[in-house]
């Protein structure tokens, strides 16, 4: 009965080390930071909502993260208000976000946490066809 045990605490305890190490794409902190974001974006087709997984790998306690998308070619945002839910231990999960036309996007994260008067923003550019 303990091997069972043993081989899930170990492929939990892996599972995290792979998303702060090599999950996803990393996000380009616009300042420096400590704070490393990976996202792992669901498939995107124009005009139909996704979802970004966010792993925070930092000191990801009592902070405030906030998501949007620009398309800076074009100089606008999205239609839509993305929602942003905590799971817990440095994860995020987005959702609603709509991509109402092709071409390339910036998908941005705010991060802010309790003594921060200004937030640090992470970009991630997708290209939409």
């Given amino acids: 009965m303990r091997l069972p045990a043993v081989l899930i605490l170990v492929a939990g305890l892996s ?23 990976f996202a792992t974006l669901e498939p995107i087709t124009v005009s139909k909502p996704f979802g970004v997984e966010l792993i925070l790998c930092g000191d990801a306690s009592d902070l405030t993260v906030k998501a949007d998308a ?10 839509y ?20 036309m092709p071409g390339l996007w910036q998908v941005r994260i705010e991060v802010r946490n309790a003594d921060d008067a200004k937030p640090n923003t992470y970009l ?6």
Wanted: proline share 5%; hydrophobic share 40%.
């Fill in 81 to 100: 208000a993305p929602v942003v839910s905590a799971e817990g231990n440095g994860k995020f999960n987005v959702s609603n976000l709509v991509f109402h």
């Fill in 70 to 79: 620009w398309m800076p070619r074009h100089k606008h945002g999205m239609n």
């Fill in 124 to 129: 991630l550019d997708v290209e939409v066809k």
């Fill in 15 to 37: 599972g995290t080390a792979f998303a702060c190490g090599t999950g996803g794409s990393q996000m380009v902190a616009k300042e420096p930071t400590d704070l490393q974001i």
